[in-house]
């Protein structure tokens, strides 16, 4: 049996029903990895030892009936997630050798439910770019097409999932990091409400805007794992004091009579034809399965790529500035002095990308610049949050293109990071409000997976899973896999 | 928005970062371009909105003012590129003779 066609929930129900073994299908991923990864380049650390290790546990648990809820299901970890004595290096040379002391919360909660972690997935250099190309491990492939980009900063974990080396995997999303790449590479990505996921141990990008969340094969498969992952965390002061919530019990109601919004203002931009007819068969089938089409206006929303390269950087600069080369990480050769020590670590240990957003941060946060700058771009933000509310009076969920376009070639949009930038004109808002957006496969082009994006209301998590999972129900697109 | 060689030469020192002279010029040109883009921001009415702290609105939360980590020190200095009897080791700081 090709135990990684199985989808995870089918995973477990195997596990539960002993058809196979967790260390069966630990060790078949592991080998899937091996065989294909060298290509790939989706892991930078395979953590096989302790994989097969975390799976003997979870089938002698079987064995015991005291199996945990998740108990024995692979998982690939974003190598922006602590876990405690396992390398954690956020895709930078800064952080190459760095050993986490403790793990994230996201992380622990898993490893608690019995989930096996094979790796640690490659990603933009501290979560900064759209493309993986950043990364100091080198840049990862699109499964379907090893000259294109998987999408970033979560590119590993989407080419990983994508690939069927991990029927699962952790992603996180400051502007997109986990709809584009889901979108480029096929997958169903989704980035909850903003505190909904604690950030604890999950190395800080940009604080107000970090999200962590998941890339997997279908809505169902999502959402077990959300699931988990969710919930209060005293750890971490912005994480929201909510249980859990309950993402399953709801997947499979009717979206009947509920109401799609399509933001006028996307729709009024030139799109390329392919994206267009991907979309407009994506409304058609939501009109089939009963949902009300309306137009709603989100009048600000041009404005979010400039807000969201203000606020970015400036929270990037200041959380970046503990790379000091002194207390941990990379420190350059010889120092002549304190100074120096710090110039040639930071020059070093930071490749181009970071260096720029950590330059663009400072600026706007330097003296005479802030109102100007960081203050002015906060109240845009507020009035972006403000459109959203309105629309969400009488819609249920926003539905629009994820990304421009499929995935482009490796070195396309390298040399000009303000194209690069357009990458996410689409996901940014949904950061920027702190509102829940999933990412669903609904078309390709020229044999490039291509995805459609819900956004919800604050805690709407369990509708959007719930509008993809019918979509999903009704379409084949999300079954589609690249022939690696 | 033009940045001089002054003015980047300033960032670079506030943000600790070394740039070579040689790569000023075209780090210059990518970053005008990003500050080009906030000029866009100009034209939106922001004169009755308050700034956005939490999308959610939070309130900041306290905590007892109790010590919850343990002493790791071991741990800790572990991941540090250069120690000495248990502190973290830097290039000399004060001036004069030693």
């Known amino acids: 049996m090709e135990l990684h066609k199985l989808s995870l929930i089918e995973q477990l129900e195997g596990l539960k029903k002993n058809e196979f073994s967790s260390v069966e299908l630990t060790s078949h991923y592991l080998k899937r990895i091996s065989e294909h990864d060298e290509k790939l380049n989706s892991f930078i650390t395979v953590t096989e030892e302790q994989a097969l290790a975390q799976a003997k546990l979870a089938d002698d648990r079987y064995k015991n009936k005291q199996s945990l809820a998740l108990d024995g299901l692979p998982i690939a970890h974003k190598d922006i997630f602590c876990t405690k004595g396992i390398k954690t290096t956020c895709g930078s040379k800064m952080l190459s050798d760095f050993e986490a002391p403790y793990s994230s919360t996201v992380y622990t909660k898993l490893d608690d439910m019995g989930m096996v972690m094979l790796g640690k997935t490659n990603m933009d250099e501290f979560a900064m770019g759209s493309s993986n190309e950043t990364s100091h491990f080198g840049p990862v492939c699109n499964p379907w097409n090893h000259e294109y980009v998987p999408g970033g900063s979560s590119g590993g974990s989407a080419s990983s999932v994508s690939a069927e080396l991990a029927p699962i995997a952790t992603a996180t999303d400051t502007g997109g990091s986990i709809r584009q790449p889901a979108s480029l590479c096929g997958l169903t990505g989704i980035k909850p409400t903003y505190g909904r996921v604690s950030r604890y141990g999950m190395i800080a990008f940009a604080s107000s805007l970090d999200q962590g969340g998941v890339v997997a094969r279908s809505a169902e498969d999502a959402a077990i794992v959300l699931e988990g992952m969710s919930g209060h965390d005293s750890k971490d002061s912005t994480c929201l004091k909510l249980e859990s919530p309950d993402l399953t019990s709801n997947l499979k109601s009717s979206i009947k009579g509920m109401k799609i919004g399509l933001p006028k203002e996307f729709f009024e931009k030139a799109m390329p034809a392919y994206v267009e007819k991907s979309i407009q068969e994506a409304i058609e089938t939501y009109k089939s399965l009963g949902a009300e089409i309306v137009e709603v206006s989100l009048k600000n929303i041009n404005l979010s790529l400039p807000i969201y390269y203000i606020i970015a950087p400036a929270e990037c600069s200041a959380n970046l500035s503990r790379y000091d080369g002194v207390r941990y990480g990379y420190r350059c050769e010889n120092p002549k002095d304190l100074e120096d020590l710090f110039m040639r670590t930071r020059e070093e240990g930071f490749g181009a990308e970071v260096k720029r957003r950590i330059l663009i941060g400072t600026y706007a946060l330097s003296a005479g610049f802030y109102d100007a700058y960081y203050l002015k771009a906060q109240k845009c933000r507020q009035l972006v949050a403000n459109d959203f509310s309105d629309a969400f009076k009488t819609v249920d969920v926003i539905l629009s293109p994820t990304t421009p376009g499929t995935a482009f070639k490796a070195g396309e949009k390298s040399d000009d990071p303000t194209e690069m930038y357009l990458q996410d004109i689409f996901t940014i808002p949904a950061n920027l409000a702190g509102l829940p957006g999933i990412s669903i496969p609904c078309g390709e082009n020229a044999g490039l997976p291509l995805g459609m994006q819900l956004v919800g209301n604050s805690l709407e998590e369990d509708k959007l899973l719930q509008f993809a999972h019918s979509y999903q129900m009704n379409t084949e697109w999300h079954k589609q896999m690249p022939n690696i | ?98």
């Open chain 2, 1 to 98: 928005m033009a940045l001089s060689d002054k003015e980047l030469t300033e960032i670079a020192y506030l943000a600790r970062i070394n740039v070579k002279e040689d790569s000023f010029s075209s780090l210059k040109k990518e970053l005008e371009q990003i500050l080009e883009l906030f000029e866009e921001l100009n034209e939106a009415d922001i004169s009755k909105v308050e700034a956005m702290s939490h999308p959610l609105d939070l309130s900041q939360p306290t905590r007892k003012d109790e010590v919850t980590e343990e002493n790791e020190r071991e741990e800790l200095l572990k991941n540090a590129p250069s120690v000495q009897s248990g502190l973290f080791l830097v290039p000399k700081v004060i001036e004069g003779e030693t």
